[in-house]
C-alpha cells in the first residue's frame, strides 16, 4: 500500500478565518484599511510593539514602502545578505539602490555582522538583515554599527513572527521591519505583509504612500477638509478579506508556534547522533534568541548528498527542498548588486542545505517517518572523510 504524502508545508487553518471573513462579506467591506485590518494592526503594535504597524498585500510591498520611505536614490547602497530571497534586493533595487551583499554567519547563516564594516563605503544608506528561520541576527552589533555610521536599518523579518532577541521580539528594532503572512510562512493570509515602524517620524509619510500618495487618513481624521494626491505611492493595501484570514491566524499564533516548535524539536534531538557523526550540521540556535520553528535544515557533506537525500524522501513520498540561490551569482544580482568580498561561507552552505517537512499539522508520526527516512539514507553511504565542522556558538 502507497504510504500518505506528507507535505513539505501546509497552512494551518483552525482558529476564526472563516468566520471573519463572513463578517466581511456581510458587511460589504472588502476594500483595505477596514475594521478587520485595524484589528490585526493593533495586534501586531501590541504584540511585537511598533509605533505603527501597516498591513500590506505582501511582505515585498512593505520593503518597498520602506525603500521610498528612506529616500533611496540611484546609487544609494544597502547592505544585505546574498542568502535571501529576491524582494530584499529587489525592493530597492527598483528605486536605483544597489544590493552590497555580504556574507553569512556559519552557524545561524544570518548576516554576518563582523564584516558589515568593511563593506560601508560613503554611498552606504542602509542596512537590511535577514532573520533566517526565524532566528534573529545580532541586532545589537548592527544596530551599534548603523548608529556610528548614521545608516538606517530595516528589519526582513519575513520569517520572524514570534521570534525574539533578548526577549524582545523580531521586527522591533530597526528603523522599520517587514514581516510575511505568505502561506509558506508561519502565520498565513495567502499573500500578504505589514510594514512595522519603530521611529514615530516615519509614521505619518508611512500612511501617505500606503494610500496611493494621498493624505487620505488626514481627511478621515478631519485634520484637511478634502485628500489629494501629495507624494509618491502605490495601493499598498491587502483587501478586507486578506485581514480577515490574517486575523484568525494572528489569534492562534502562540498555537501555531508551539506546534511547529515540537515538531523542530523532534527533528533537533533525532539528528544529533547524525551530526556527531559528522554527517550532517544540525540549525544553531544562539542563547539569546528564541525561534518561532519557521523552517528546520540539515546541512549535508555537499550537493550530490543533498539531491540524493531529497531523491530519497521523493520515493519514500516526503517533500523536502533546498534553499535560495544566493543572490550574487544571479543574473540580476551580478546586473543590479555587487560583492566586494569573497562570500565564501553563503557559497558553501547554500549548495549543501537541505529542508524537511514542517508545519502545525504534521503529526510526530510523520516527523518519526521523515527521521526514518533521513537515517536510512545515511545508514547506506560511505562514512564521510571530512567530518562537517558543527561551528556552534549555541546549542
Not at 510593539?49 to 544597502?78: K, N, R, V, W
Not at 540561490?325 to 549543501?352: C, I, W
Amino acid at each position: 500500500m502507497q504510504p500518505s504524502k506528507i507535505s513539505f508545508s501546509q497552512p494551518f487553518i483552525a482558529g476564526r478565518e472563516l468566520s471573519y471573513l463572513q463578517q466581511a462579506l456581510n458587511a460589504g467591506a472588502l476594500s483595505g484599511n477596514g475594521p478587520l485590518t485595524e484589528k490585526c494592526q493593533q495586534w501586531l503594535k501590541q504584540q511585537i510593539g511598533c509605533h505603527q504597524a501597516l498591513l500590506t498585500h505582501s511582505c515585498t510591498a512593505a520593503l518597498e514602502m520602506a525603500a521610498i520611505l528612506l529616500d533611496i536614490q540611484p546609487g544609494d547602497e544597502i547592505l544585505m545578505p546574498s542568502y535571501t530571497f529576491v524582494s530584499t534586493a529587489n525592493a530597492f533595487v527598483l528605486r536605483g539602490g544597489i544590493p552590497v551583499f555580504v556574507d553569512i554567519r556559519p552557524d545561524t547563516l544570518n548576516l554576518d555582522e563582523t564584516q558589515l564594516q568593511q563593506a560601508i563605503t560613503p554611498r552606504t544608506k542602509a542596512i537590511v538583515p535577514v532573520h533566517y528561520a526565524g532566528v534573529a541576527c545580532e541586532m545589537e552589533a548592527i544596530l551599534e554599527i548603523a548608529t556610528h555610521h548614521r545608516l538606517s536599518v530595516v528589519e526582513d523579518a519575513a520569517q520572524g513572527v514570534m521570534s525574539t532577541y533578548h526577549g524582545q521580539p523580531v521586527g522591533s528594532f530597526g528603523h522599520l521591519a517587514a514581516l510575511s503572512f505568505h502561506s509558506t510562512k508561519n502565520v498565513v493570509s495567502g499573500e500578504g505583509g505589514a510594514l512595522l515602524i519603530n521611529h514615530p517620524q516615519f509614521i505619518d509619510r508611512a500612511r501617505i504612500i500606503w494610500e496611493k500618495g494621498t493624505n487620505r487618513f488626514q481627511f478621515y481624521e478631519g485634520r484637511v477638509d478634502k485628500y489629494t494626491w501629495v507624494d509618491v505611492g502605490s495601493s499598498f493595501l491587502p483587501s478586507e478579506l486578506t485581514a480577515a484570514c490574517l486575523l484568525g491566524q494572528l489569534e492562534i499564533a502562540e498555537r501555531i508556534t508551539d506546534a511547529r516548535l515540537q515538531i523542530w524539536h523532534r527533528y533537533q534531538a533525532a539528528f544529533s547522533d547524525l551530526e556527531a557523526a559528522g554527517w550532517v550540521r544540525r540549525p544553531t540556535i544562539p542563547a539569546d534568541c528564541q525561534h518561532n520553528a519557521h523552517l528546520y535544515y540539515l546541512i549535508v557533506p555537499d550537493t550530490q548528498h543533498r539531491d540524493q537525500l531529497i531523491a530519497a524522501l521523493e520515493q519514500a513520498y516526503i517533500k523536502a527542498v533546498f534553499h535560495y540561490v544566493p543572490l550574487h551569482s544571479s543574473p540580476a544580482g551580478q546586473k543590479y548588486g555587487r560583492a566586494p568580498f569573497p562570500m565564501e561561507v553563503t557559497d558553501n552552505l547554500a549548495d549543501r542545505l537541505l529542508r524537511l517537512p514542517l508545519h502545525p499539522s504534521l503529526t510526530l508520526a510523520d516527523a518519526d517517518r521523515v527521521i526514518s527516512t533521513v537515517m536510512q539514507y545515511f545508514e547506506h553511504q560511505t562514512f564521510p572523510t571530512h567530518r562537517i565542522a558543527n561551528n556552534r556558538t549555541a546549542s
